[in-house]
């Protein structure tokens, strides 16, 4: 598995444990983009010679496969630059349709691209913000769902998974409330793409967000998908080449979805390195992965048990959540520790994630994180509880 | 000749030039404009119907000469059909460019534009005529996808 | 030149002139993106591990060339994911200060993404917007400006090189007229950066924007630049990770500038893409390749003179211009000819070039734009010509 | 001991451990607060002064070991110092992380912060205390750039 990451394979000593942050690229995405870059570079506003034929073939193909990964029509993925993007963008574009009196529900374990956008909104539109709670586990606590879900709720921001804690949603009881009062809802994908396919049909959320460097592709793209019905509505976010129908001094009018929300040359070939990422990814037997995935995140959690003053923020289950674990030790700095594991060969990240509001919640200021993906195994959880009891010890 | 240049048939260009059809009806019993947004071709077309059926037809159209034969095309043909003739011409058409698939005997010009098969790019040309022809039997006028 | 060029290297036979919409990625550029992806990848924001060290060096060492390329500090650069992006973030950071009453001008030149997003700041805020318009020649009118710059007048929103005619604003006496009334200047330098490096301290503008795709650079990627004492004056645009000192359910603090613009993972790889292929780009002898664009420019227009039924759109002059030449030809529709074109092994572009308001200036719906960048030479233009006489009989 | 440990010298922990001047003077002639947004990190710096010379220092640090032993330190030497002497201090100190150079004998006790000269991320760490010195001599009191 290594061997298909350029980079994992050329350090070999490196024990990579931030894919939560950034997932290494797959051999096939680099190649994609290299093969696109080098035989098919063109912009794809529909050029009529052939080389802007195969750029445009190219990007629209890519659409598709984002629609295979996530089980919904190509005319609904949007590329963006990212999951940031499309979340602003959805702030933006349905928020335009909000006004004050009307409610948007976010939850406490958000990652701030799918929060501050919100707060944001919140200055322009007047709304009110309500924030579902996040109980000591680092499970949102859906039992308050009913009292904070009301008739003036337009639309529920939240991530799939906890960036932090690993916490896995229950998309379905969220949407199945949020459909109670007629609320949309957006999840936030960004730490889910990389654990497998998704099926959005099934999830039956309304807009859902993405990255592609979490998930093993080039940086510099994401995808939001919409309901193709949602999507025909909603105004445009930016303005600027190819979102416009016609345009004259007195206004324009609008292109179709999706192209209606991508204003300017979109990331072209990072499109193509996604796509071929996601047909790698969708290559894979992701019930054995995700297995894999579990057990070793098992051996983890036990490991870290037997760590002295280290605490695991949220769940100590190896079950049913993303494997992504989070950490603080007794009168350790997150830097220092990261610092001495570093010198071990381990890359992990110490802060407070993009997640302040959670850390808050979990009542701590930063954290130390692991957070493991396909290509990771054993030797790397035996190599970061090796690194810890460095660590415990030089830092003391 | 080399490829692209191919694709200007002779039979193409005379339909383009021929024009059949050109004008606007006022007033109608129907109507649609269909636009390329990516290069500002449109396409403008007037019917006149009767319990369904077509019986004048009158084209404007803005566009290369894909566009045009089309269109000039499609005013000879129309008076006579009604939306599902209107559909299958355009099925016909799409088909063509998308698979290669032959059109059937009633739509044998059609043929005229086989060699745009392997210009993606410009099958939208040759079809936005057949979508306006399709808008404007359907009632709708919305803007072409 | 060409060598330099990995897809003009492989097509041989390919006269690619459509530099105006994408030009072709350098080597040292996809080289670039090649030894990142494969040898720093690791998100940017502060991860204390050696990797994203590396990875934190390279971002900010792009900053540093991108602010060399344009002679200002690199605190200034903001990566945004191209033109289109960087105008948009103006339209929401600075518009967000404008109200009704306040003036913005554009001119009838733009490219959709410098006049769109004026329009939508009009549709948001009720500012007005006025219209500087084009001589039949190509260029502004840069009389009116003295009547169509009012007090009101807080933005000038400007091309500094039109991608349909090359027509060339004369930034200095913009600016100047721009300072008597209080107005900032925003110069969109999309079509300029393909054709040498920019000295923005010289121009005197107070934000600018460009693609990396345009520059020989990575897709995906693009430059805001503003000045510092602005930059840190102005709201974000978009939020997420990175963008936010202080997050709580009550609100969030901004982080200074240029990362305050900065929201979610930037486009890193692509960054230091487009570093490398600036860093080429500053390594020329700008001078001579001038006169070679102008004398190759010249022997173009000279060539254009002679097809019968041709009209450029805009001067006929190779001097003071930029190499881009769009024309008509009476009776022939540009998709046509550039279909001819392409089986001749010419990539030109026919169509509306995103700059509908410009076209209906000079009184047409499309043309064709031939656009000549570095790798280009003689036997380019004389293959065009060529490929112009076989469409006019194909055609007729 | 392997790289980056090696950052962790006794001196540097016993100077964190020691943690000289924590708390807040109150009444005070001059504070700052420095933020690492990053991190979360956060130095508040509160001073007494006579005559533009500190007094008294207190300083209450939430960050890492770096952090701590460079604010630890600072309240050692802080005072008698005026805002030149601030300033020199913290230009030593970011001159010896950024370019090796030894620090003057009056801040001999700044070599600990050696082996932190490559990891450039960690430069901010130990200057945060420097900068909210700095910033109360001055002043000002705006956010950590
Ligand atoms: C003058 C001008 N401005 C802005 C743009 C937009 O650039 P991009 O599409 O890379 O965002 C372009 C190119 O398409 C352009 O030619
Ligand atoms: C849960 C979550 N949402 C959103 C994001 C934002 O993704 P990006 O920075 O790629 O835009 C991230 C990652 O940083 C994340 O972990």
């Given at each position: 598995?290594?061997?298909?990451?350029?980079?994992l394979?050329?350090?070999?000593?490196?024990?990579?444990?931030?894919?939560?942050?950034?997932?290494?690229?797959?051999r096939?995405?680099?190649?994609?983009?290299?093969?696109?870059?080098t035989?098919?570079?063109?912009?794809?506003?529909?050029?009529t010679?052939?080389?802007?034929?195969?750029?445009d073939r190219?990007?629209?193909?890519?659409?598709?496969?984002?629609?295979?990964?996530?089980?919904?029509?190509a005319?609904e993925?949007?590329?963006?630059?990212?999951?940031?993007?499309?979340?602003?963008?959805?702030a933006?574009?349905?928020?335009?349709?909000?006004q004050?009196?009307?409610?948007?529900l976010?939850?406490?374990?958000?990652?701030?691209?799918?929060?501050v956008?919100?707060?944001?909104?919140?200055?322009?539109k007047?709304?009110a913000?309500d924030v579902?709670?996040?109980?000591?586990?680092?499970?949102?606590?859906?039992?308050?769902?009913p009292?904070?879900?009301?008739e003036?709720?337009?639309?529920?921001?939240?991530?799939?998974?906890s960036?932090?804690?690993?916490?896995?949603?229950?998309v379905?009881?969220?949407?199945?409330?949020?459909?109670?009062v007629?609320?949309?809802?957006v999840?936030?994908?960004a730490?889910?793409?990389?654990?497998?396919?998704?099926?959005?049909?099934?999830l039956?959320?309304?807009?859902?967000?993405?990255?592609?460097?979490?998930c093993?592709?080039?940086?510099?793209?994401?995808?939001?998908?919409?309901?193709?019905?949602?999507?025909?509505?909603?105004?445009?976010?930016?303005?600027?080449?190819?979102?416009v129908?016609?345009?004259?001094?007195?206004?324009?009018?609008?292109?179709?979805?999706?192209?209606?929300?991508?204003?300017?040359?979109?990331?072209?070939?990072?499109a193509v390195?996604?796509?071929a990422?996601?047909?790698?990814?969708?290559?894979l037997?992701?019930?054995?992965l995700?297995?894999r995935e579990?057990?070793?995140?098992a051996?983890?959690?036990?490991?870290?048990?037997?760590?002295?003053?280290?605490?695991?923020?949220?769940?100590?289950?190896?079950?049913?959540?993303a494997?992504i674990?989070?950490?603080?030790i007794?009168?350790?700095?997150?830097?220092?520790?990261?610092q001495?594991l570093?010198?071990?060969?381990?890359?992990?990240?110490?802060g407070h994630?993009?997640?302040?509001?959670l850390?808050?919640?979990?009542?701590v200021?930063a954290?130390?994180?692991?957070?493991?993906?396909?290509?990771?195994?054993e030797?790397?959880?035996?190599?970061?509880?090796?690194?810890?009891?460095?660590a415990?010890?030089?830092l003391? | 000749?080399?490829?692209?240049?191919?694709?200007?048939?002779?039979?193409?260009?005379?339909?383009?030039g021929?024009?059949?059809?050109?004008?606007r009806?006022?007033p109608?019993?129907?109507a649609?404009r269909t636009?390329?947004?990516l290069?500002?071709?449109?396409?403008?077309?007037?019917?006149?119907?009767?319990?369904?059926?077509i019986?004048?037809?009158?084209?404007?159209?803005r566009?290369?000469?894909?566009?045009r034969?089309?269109?000039?095309?499609?005013?000879?043909?129309?008076?006579?059909m009604?939306?599902?003739?209107?559909?299958?011409?355009?099925?016909?058409?799409?088909?063509?460019l998308?698979?290669?698939?032959d059109?059937?005997?009633?739509w044998?010009?059609l043929?005229?534009f086989?060699?745009?098969r392997?210009?993606?790019?410009?099958?939208?040309?040759a079809l936005?005529?057949?979508?306006?022809l399709?808008q404007?039997l359907?009632?709708?006028?919305?803007?072409?996808?």
């Open positions: 598995m290594r061997s298909g990451f350029p980079l394979a050329a350090q070999a000593g490196l024990h990579y444990l931030d894919s939560a942050a950034t997932a290494q690229i797959h096939d995405a680099l190649d994609a983009v290299l093969r696109h870059e035989g098919s570079r063109a912009n794809v506003m529909r050029g010679y052939a080389l802007a034929d195969a750029a190219a990007y629209e193909s890519a659409r598709g496969a984002a629609a295979r990964f996530l089980n919904v029509a005319e993925i949007v590329f963006t630059s990212g999951a940031t993007a499309a979340l602003n963008l959805v933006h574009s349905f928020g335009a349709g909000l004050a009196g009307d409610r948007v976010v939850s406490q374990a958000e990652h701030h691209s799918n929060f956008p919100w707060l944001m909104l919140r200055e322009r007047g709304i913000l579902l709670p996040v109980r000591p586990d680092g499970q949102l606590d859906l039992g308050r769902l009292q904070l879900l009301r003036e709720t337009r639309l529920v921001a939240l991530t799939q998974c960036n932090v804690t690993g916490a896995i949603t229950d379905a009881a969220v949407v199945d409330a949020a459909r109670r007629g609320a949309r809802v999840l936030d994908g730490q889910a793409v990389q654990h497998g396919p998704q099926d959005l049909r099934a039956g959320v309304d807009f859902y967000a993405f990255s592609g460097h979490k093993f592709g080039p940086g510099g793209v994401g995808v939001l998908w919409g309901r193709a019905e949602l999507l025909c509505t909603l105004p445009p976010f930016c303005g600027g080449g190819g979102m129908g016609e345009v004259n001094l007195d206004g324009f009018s609008w292109a179709e979805a999706p192209r209606r929300f991508e204003a300017g040359t979109p990331p072209i070939a990072q390195g996604l796509a990422a996601l047909d790698w990814m969708m290559s037997d992701w019930p054995r995700r297995e579990t057990a070793l995140c051996r983890l959690l036990d490991g870290l048990r037997e760590i002295p003053g280290l605490r695991v923020l949220g769940s100590m289950a190896a079950e049913g959540r494997p674990v989070s950490f603080e007794a009168g350790l700095h997150p830097h220092d520790i990261c001495v570093d010198a071990h060969g381990l890359a992990l990240r110490g994630h993009c997640a302040q509001p850390l808050a919640a979990l009542g200021e954290c130390t994180r692991a957070s493991l993906a396909l290509y990771n195994d030797s790397d959880v035996a190599a970061l509880l090796d690194g810890l009891r460095h415990a010890k030089a003391r | 000749m080399s490829a692209g240049a191919e694709l200007y048939q002779q039979a193409i260009k005379d339909w383009a021929a024009d059949h059809g050109h004008g009806l006022d109608a019993d129907a649609a636009d390329n947004p290069c500002g071709d449109r396409v403008q077309v007037t019917l006149r119907l009767d319990a369904g059926r019986t004048a037809f009158a084209q404007e159209t566009g290369c000469l894909l566009c034969a089309a269109a000039s095309l499609l005013a000879q043909r129309a008076p006579g009604d939306a599902a003739a209107a559909a299958a011409a355009s099925t016909a058409l799409e088909e063509l998308a698979e290669g698939r059109p059937p005997p009633a044998q010009d043929a005229m086989a060699p745009a392997s210009y993606r790019s410009r099958h939208k040309c936005l005529p057949f979508r306006a399709r404007a359907e009632g709708v006028s919305h803007r072409e996808q």
